[in-house]
């Protein structure tokens, strides 16, 4: 145990420093201010309130399984080399689920039971954050070449899992990604001011210094002169593993909503995270002196605000269709389940607006066809439905609008059809419980076969889809399961 009396010694969750408002505003840094060696001594403290509770369910919160309880004890013990060895035998990228992952793991301390949960993310991230400053990250090379050749159709963050697992065990194998640089929507989805590039790229440094390949710019089941054909990938490869993400968004069902100016948000957050890259835009779609009005009160509409103010927006509203979250658990959110809470994350911060029971109608236009106005009305529940409030309609100005109310499937049409696996009615690929599709030798996993999810979701099935790769390829795996096909965690 790491303080016996450390949860009674500390009882309030100590974070690190986030950058003035005004100041983080003018740049895409990330918010927090730099972690100093000197200041580890706080994270150190946060540690020593682990309990090592004799059943960790922080361990079920985390579809990883990282050994929470273990590297808490070797933090506080100042032992941070060990520590970053404990945290990388469950988890692949810990600096990416140390920043963008909403920590299901501190939902099920036992602490926060009756106190503020130890504060396991920022443990996490600084762990892993010394150890790229002192060097411990290294290339863990295969021992042997199994001489089998797969293929990785996708680079996010369940298919560079998927990868590195297999390249340890010894196949050789080849990430194919469409867009014109790796990282998926780690690169493109996530705003910088919440995961700066640079972690995804030293990243992908130890990917290709262990043998993994990648080929960018390729189109595969496409017509295109970068495409790459079905038969040739099933030639070529001995197995593919589908990890194509969840990237159609869900339509605005309402009047006007093909008004010039109405986005979905991932194609606002993709342009700016190419504008921040220094990338030309043709036509950005920009927030500068607009009135914004964001349609769904998630972590995606959350990276919309925090992206529209830093482009300079008049105003930012964000219209969630159902009531506001209660700000603490309440009995229909029992622990150790991950509640729905009201939240201030850092983009809420930095200014706008939020409304709840907010449905809209329809959009107004203008004689060009442009969007002026979103015609709101109060929502009310029907038999379970959520449905507008006659006689409560009111105008919001906007003259940009982003769709960030979720996904409804995978892209890629004329790959998943030219290779013939199925598609559920959630337009999810399906598998089996092996994370196989009905195609001989072709797996899926992430948000492609399981729904829009966390990220901690998407290397927890791609470490898992590589040990069902691994025993089709060689009869026999000792690859990590840490999940198994439509796991779900706890609820009531």
Same mark, same amino acid.
């Given at each position: 145990?790491?303080?016996?009396?450390?949860?009674?010694?500390?009882?309030?969750?100590?974070?690190?420093?986030?950058?003035?408002?005004?100041?983080?505003?003018?740049?895409?840094?990330?918010?927090?201010?730099?972690?100093?060696?000197?200041?580890?001594?706080?994270?150190?403290?946060?540690?020593?309130?682990?309990?090592?509770?004799?059943?960790?369910?922080?361990?079920?919160?985390?579809?990883?399984?990282?050994?929470?309880?273990?590297?808490?004890?070797?933090?506080?013990?100042?032992?941070?080399?060990?520590?970053?060895?404990?945290?990388?035998?469950?988890?692949?990228?810990?600096?990416?689920?140390?920043?963008?992952?909403?920590?299901?793991?501190?939902?099920?301390?036992?602490?926060?039971?009756?106190?503020?949960?130890?504060?396991?993310?920022?443990?996490?991230?600084?762990?892993?954050?010394?150890?790229?400053?002192?060097?411990?990250?290294?290339?863990?090379?295969?021992?042997?070449?199994?001489?089998?050749?797969?293929?990785?159709?996708?680079?996010?963050?369940?298919?560079?899992?998927?990868?590195?697992?297999?390249?340890?065990?010894?196949?050789?194998?080849?990430?194919?990604?469409?867009?014109?640089?790796?990282?998926?929507?780690?690169?493109?989805?996530?705003?910088?001011?919440?995961?700066?590039?640079?972690?995804?790229?030293?990243?992908?440094?130890?990917?290709?210094?262990?043998?993994?390949?990648?080929?960018?710019?390729?189109?595969?089941?496409?017509?295109?002169?970068?495409?790459?054909?079905?038969?040739?990938?099933?030639?070529?490869?001995?197995?593919?593993?589908?990890?194509? %993400?969840?990237? +159609? *968004?869900?339509?605005?069902?309402?009047?006007?909503?093909? @008004?010039?100016? #109405?986005?979905? !948000? $991932?194609?606002?957050?993709?342009?700016?995270?190419?504008?921040?890259?220094?990338?030309?835009?043709?036509?950005?779609?920009?927030?500068?002196?607009?009135?914004?009005?964001?349609?769904?009160?998630?972590?995606?509409?959350?990276?919309?605000?925090?992206?529209?103010?830093?482009?300079?927006?008049?105003?930012?509203?964000?219209?969630?269709?159902?009531?506001?979250?209660?700000?603490?658990?309440?009995?229909?959110?029992?622990?150790?389940?991950?509640?729905?809470?009201?939240?201030?994350?850092?983009?809420?911060?930095?200014?706008?607006?939020?409304?709840?029971?907010?449905?809209?109608?329809?959009?107004?236009?203008?004689?060009?066809?442009?969007?002026?106005?979103?015609?709101?009305?109060?929502?009310?529940?029907?038999? %379970?439905?959520? +449905? *507008?409030?006659?006689?409560?309609?009111?105008?919001?100005? @906007?003259?940009? #609008?982003?769709? !960030? $109310?979720?996904?409804?499937?995978?892209?890629?049409?004329?790959?998943?059809?030219?290779?013939?696996?199925?598609?559920?009615?959630?337009?999810?690929?399906?598998?089996?419980?092996?994370?196989?599709?009905?195609?001989?030798?072709?797996?899926?996993?992430?948000?492609?076969?399981?729904?829009?999810?966390?990220?901690?979701?998407?290397?927890?099935?791609?470490?898992?889809?590589?040990?069902?790769?691994?025993?089709?390829?060689?009869?026999?795996?000792?690859?990590?399961?840490?999940?198994?096909?439509?796991?779900?965690?706890?609820?009531?």
């Amino acid at each position: 145990m790491a303080d016996p009396r450390g949860f009674l010694r500390y009882r309030d969750r100590e974070l690190p420093a986030r950058r003035p408002v005004p100041v983080r505003l003018m740049d895409w840094r990330e918010v927090y201010e730099a972690r100093e060696k000197g200041t580890l001594s706080v994270v150190s403290r946060q540690a020593g309130r682990c309990m090592n509770c004799g059943i960790p369910f922080c361990h079920q919160g985390c579809p990883l399984g990282n050994l929470i309880p273990e590297w808490n004890d070797l933090v506080y013990r100042d032992d941070w080399q060990e520590a970053s060895e404990r945290l990388h035998a469950t988890n692949n990228f810990p600096e990416f689920t140390g920043r963008a992952c909403p920590a299901p793991c501190e939902s099920s301390c036992v602490l926060g039971i009756n106190q503020p949960p130890v504060t396991i993310k920022n443990v996490e991230v600084s762990i892993i954050d010394r150890a790229f400053e002192e060097g411990w990250v290294e290339p863990v090379e295969p021992t042997r070449q199994t001489g089998r050749r797969v293929a990785v159709v996708g680079s996010g963050p369940a298919g560079l899992a998927a990868a590195q697992q297999l390249t340890r065990a010894g196949h050789a194998v080849v990430v194919l990604e469409k867009d014109d640089r790796l990282g998926g929507l780690l690169r493109y989805g996530i705003p910088e001011f919440k995961l700066e590039k640079r972690h995804v790229d030293r990243r992908l440094e130890q990917l290709r210094a262990e043998g993994t390949r990648f080929r960018t710019g390729v189109d595969v089941g496409g017509d295109g002169p970068e495409a790459l054909g079905v038969e040739e990938l099933r030639s070529r490869f001995d197995a593919v593993v589908l990890a194509t %993400g969840a990237s +159609v *968004p869900r339509e605005l069902p309402v009047p006007g909503h093909e @008004a010039a100016g #109405v986005h979905p !948000a $991932m194609d606002y957050l993709t342009q700016a995270n190419r504008l921040v890259e220094g990338d030309w835009v043709g036509d950005p779609i920009s927030a500068e002196g607009k009135d914004v009005v964001i349609i769904g009160g998630g972590d995606t509409g959350a990276d919309c605000l925090g992206t529209a103010l830093r482009q300079g927006a008049r105003s930012v509203t964000t219209l969630a269709i159902g009531t506001r979250p209660p700000s603490e658990r309440d009995d229909s959110q029992p622990w150790p389940t991950h509640p729905v809470l009201f939240e201030v994350s850092t983009a809420h911060e930095e200014g706008g607006d939020r409304s709840y029971l907010a449905s809209t109608t329809r959009l107004e236009t203008d004689e060009d066809g442009a969007v002026t106005g979103l015609v709101v009305a109060r929502t009310q529940y029907v038999d %379970g439905s959520r +449905v *507008p409030t006659p006689d409560t309609e009111t105008v919001l100005p @906007a003259q940009l #609008v982003l769709v !960030a $109310m979720g996904f409804s499937g995978t892209r890629g049409p004329g790959l998943l059809e030219q290779l013939g696996v199925d598609i559920s009615s959630r337009g999810n690929i399906v598998h089996d419980g092996n994370w196989a599709t009905k195609v001989p030798g072709v797996f899926t996993a992430g948000d492609c076969a399981r729904g829009q999810s966390l990220i901690v979701w998407a290397i927890a099935e791609g470490r898992a889809c590589a040990a069902a790769v691994d025993e089709h390829l060689m009869g026999s795996t000792s690859l990590p399961r840490p999940v198994r096909p439509g796991e779900k965690p706890v609820t009531v």
